[in-house]
């Protein structure tokens, strides 16, 4: 049984810095495409960014490039998203996902991921 669990999670002023981890269990992350996307109240869930399996390759969405890093070790099979500068509109529930398909260009939409984690509550106080 696959299983990714989120953690790191939590408040934090308007400009600083949270990292978020993903740890994955039930399959090698060394074979996946690994990627975090959030969903804010109200609003549809969407797309932060993502890194292949070897970490030869990231994408971020333009909300966050130059803020967030993705990165990965896979001796851990855990997956991290560094977040810093954060903004109010940062605020919002976020999600580890895996693609096992190993196709490229890295996926930017939900149904691009196999599995899911339950999100971990990201809140940013202005």
């Known amino acids: 049984q696959v299983q990714l669990v989120e953690s790191g999670g939590g408040l934090v002023q308007a400009g600083g810095s949270l990292t978020l981890s993903c740890a994955v269990s039930?399959?090698?992350?060394?074979?996946?495409?690994m990627a975090w996307f959030r969903q804010a109240p109200g609003k549809e869930r969407e797309f932060v960014g993502a890194?292949?399996?070897?970490?030869?390759?990231?994408d971020a969405a333009d909300a966050v490039k130059g803020r967030f890093t993705i990165s990965r070790d896979n001796a851990l099979n855990t997956v991290y998203l560094k977040m810093n500068s954060l903004k109010s509109e940062d605020t919002a529930v976020y999600y580890c996902?895996?693609?096992?398909?190993?196709?490229?260009?890295?996926?930017?939409?939900?149904?691009?991921?196999?599995?899911w984690g339950q999100g971990t509550q990201v809140t940013v106080s202005s």
């Open positions: 039930g399959l090698s992350i060394g074979s996946l495409i």
């Open positions: 890194i292949t399996w070897g970490g030869g390759r990231t």
């Open positions: 996902a895996a693609d096992k398909t190993l196709t490229l260009p890295i996926g930017r939409e939900m149904n691009s991921y196999d599995y």
